[in-house]
Nanobody, 122 residues
Framework: AQLVESGGGLVQPGGSLRLSCAAS????????MYWLRQAPGKGLEWVSG???????YYADSVKGRFTISRDNAKNTLYLQMNSLKSEDTAVYYC?????????????????WGQGTQVTVSS
């Protein structure tokens, strides 16, 4: 199984980015999918999750600014990030699991991507 994130970069405060995560090697449509992030010098933070039925869940820190979605036909997970703040600067990871996981512990997820850097700075 493989998860490959893309779409990160440098953006000014208040700007937007859309991250993508291409999945392969497992039945994507049957899995819960997640976004997590790790800011410099900090631990992993759970950001958002989406289930097979497209139900969505968010951390309070991103609620109302970030939108998670999935395209099961393309085996791809997305994270639309709007109104970005400097504190959103982090490496963003996508992860997959057969069940609901609300954790910042990497080994609790079945699959894990390599991450993509998001830097919010003027």
């Amino acid at each position: 199984a493989q998860l490959v994130e893309s779409g990160g970069g440098l953006v000014q405060p208040g700007g937007s980015l859309r991250l993508s995560c291409a999945a392969s090697g497992f039945t994507f449509s049957s899995y819960w999918m997640y976004w997590l992030r790790q800011a410099p010098g900090k631990g992993l933070e759970w950001v958002s999750g989406i289930n097979a039925g497209h139900g969505t869940y968010y951390a309070d820190s991103v609620k109302g600014r970030f939108t998670i979605s999935r395209d099961n036909a393309k085996n791809t997970l997305y994270l639309q990030m709007n109104s970005l703040k400097s504190e959103d600067t982090a490496v963003y990871y996508c992860a997959a699991d057969r069940d609901w996981v609300w954790s910042g512990v990497r080994w609790e997820y079945d699959y894990w991507g390599q991450g993509t850097q998001v830097t919010v700075s003027s």
